[in-house]
């Protein structure tokens, strides 16, 4: 099973990938952590990479290629891959289509958690953790039960990500739908788009992943 998981920043791609990781035994590949591991672990690919980013360039099509074709490679043939990040424009889903092609692999569904841009907004901005331990609050979803205390460790230290707010948020809403736009048709041609309601309760959502998957 290979898919695709679309979705903007807070739409919960990251948690439902993983859950599909725990329950599949699929691989996540993110552009951005493979480029990362790639540079790190000093790899030909991972040291051309390098070079490019310290010049300040954007890392071509070639190199991204490059790296998710080695980490396919790296993969049981029997194991799952969710792209995430990947494919951003009609150049990179050809590309993708040569890939797996080469390695008798087939893309399967193309899963976009659809939000609404309000709701998101809400969702994203007011969030908070506690600066001690980590647990994760909103503002009106999940209040601390003793107000400025965390439930789980008693700190009374919370902090916020500096880019929870809305104009980082609609800005990135933005972003994501011109990059998104130009792939969807390509594989809407195909019939393999299938939306979820991304707003909806997270079990809710995994339910609905699973049941496309199952299909």
Do not use: W
Not at 170 to 190: G, V
Not at 202 to 213: F, G, H, P, Q
């Amino acid at each position: 099973m290979n898919i695709i998981l679309l979705g903007p920043p807070g739409a919960g791609k990251g948690t439902q990938a993983q859950r599909l990781v725990e329950a599949r035994g699929m691989r996540q590949l993110s552009t951005g952590d493979m480029l990362r591991a790639a540079v790190k672990a000093g790899t030909p690919t991972g040291l051309q990479a390098k070079a490019v980013m310290e010049r300040g360039e954007l890392v071509s099509d070639e190199i991204v290629s490059a790296l998710i074709g080695e980490e396919l490679d790296s993969m049981g043939a029997d194991t799952g891959a969710i792209f995430d990040g990947y494919p951003r424009t009609a150049a990179q889903a050809a590309a993708l289509d040569g890939i797996l092609a080469q390695r008798g692999r087939n893309l399967d569904h193309v899963i976009e958690l659809d939000v609404n841009e309000d709701a998101l907004v809400e969702r994203i901005t007011g969030r908070f953790t506690c600066a001690n331990c980590g647990k994760g609050y909103h503002d009106k979803f999940e209040q601390t039960k003793v107000p400025g205390v965390c439930d789980k460790c008693g700190s009374t230290e919370f902090k916020r990500r500096p880019d929870d707010n809305e104009e980082t948020v609609r800005t990135r809403m933005a972003e994501y739908r011109a990059k998104t736009a130009p792939i969807l048709p390509i594989y809407d041609a195909r019939g393999i788009v299938v939306q979820v309601d991304g707003m909806a309760d997270i079990d809710l959502v995994t339910k609905a992943i699973e049941s496309i998957l199952a299909n």
